[in-house]
């Protein structure tokens, strides 16, 4: 099964931020979707989540399917997303915030099985030493584990984190990248994470996806696609790149001018 993207174009006003993005996602496969700010990563998350829509194009999944079509609940079943914040407005515990991923799935009363995905997704958080503290009561950290959480206890088909670990401290960016890497493949998820850290993306996905100005300017593994040129040409930085225990590295050298359009964003980009 194959999560597909094809030709899309999405925009806010007047401004194209996607421009005939076109991407595959198989299913155990986690994608790394890279670019600097403004470049349309959270926008393509967003979309594929149905919380934008496109302007033209399609998102299907198993070659059928067209996502935009479906309601809501039905598209929870197939895909779940992380936000960059857990935007919490009212006071749940933790065990209560994790059960809305099995909303979709259960209707007046959440039965063993959701508990059981509930308390799975809680151990492999770590969330389970916080006991039932409310999520308002959280640091940033704790409470994008507790969104990450809820997502896997979705138990959907597709995974889209957007920057999932912006919020958390060295420990638990990589057991959060190195648990999200396991459940894709161990459950045959088709993953798409949006990360900055390119030595990351490199040492636990399976492709990276750069996105440049709205479009997609590269794609495949990471050994393959980086390379000083490309990172420049999005980054604007000079970098070295080396091997290490068999993943790339990159090493940032001299900082030039960043991209135009990282430079003049406005609200619009800031929202991509």
């Avoid at 960016?173 to 493949?185: A, C, E, G, P």
Wanted: charged share 20%; hydrophobic share 40%.
């Amino acid at each position: 099964m194959t999560l597909r993207i094809d030709s899309l174009f999405v925009g806010y006003g007047a401004k194209t931020v996607l421009n005939a993005v076109t991407l595959r996602a198989s299913k155990g496969e986690l994608i790394g979707l890279l670019g600097s700010n403004g470049s349309g990563k959270s926008t393509l998350i967003k979309t594929i989540a149905g919380i934008n829509r496109p302007s033209s194009g399609t998102i299907s999944w198993n070659g059928a399917t067209n996502l935009a079509r479906l309601s809501r609940r039905d598209l929870a079943k197939i895909v779940s997303y992380v936000p960059q914040n857990i935007g919490q407005a009212f006071a749940l515990d933790i065990r209560e915030a994790v059960l809305l991923g099995r909303t979709p799935h259960f209707g007046t009363c959440p039965g063993e099985a959701d508990w059981a995905h509930v308390e799975r997704a809680i151990r492999l958080l770590e969330l389970d030493e916080l006991g039932n503290r409310d999520v308002t009561k959280l640091s940033g950290g704790q409470g994008q584990r507790v969104l990450i959480a809820r997502a896997l206890a979705q138990n959907a088909e597709v995974l889209l984190l957007d920057e999932p670990t912006s919020a958390l401290d060295i420990r638990y960016q990589w057991q959060t990248l190195s648990v999200v890497r396991q459940i894709t493949r161990q459950n045959d998820i088709a993953g798409i994470i949006a990360i900055h850290d390119l030595n990351q993306a490199a040492r636990f996905t399976d492709r990276v996806v750069f996105l440049h100005e709205g479009q997609v300017v590269a794609d495949g593994p990471a050994a393959d696609v980086y390379s000083p040129e490309l990172i420049h040409r999005v980054y604007g930085v000079d970098v070295e790149l080396s091997t290490y225990k068999g993943y790339v590295q990159v090493h940032p050298g001299e900082a030039h001018d960043p991209p135009a359009h990282a430079a003049t964003r406005d609200a619009s980009s800031v929202a991509a």
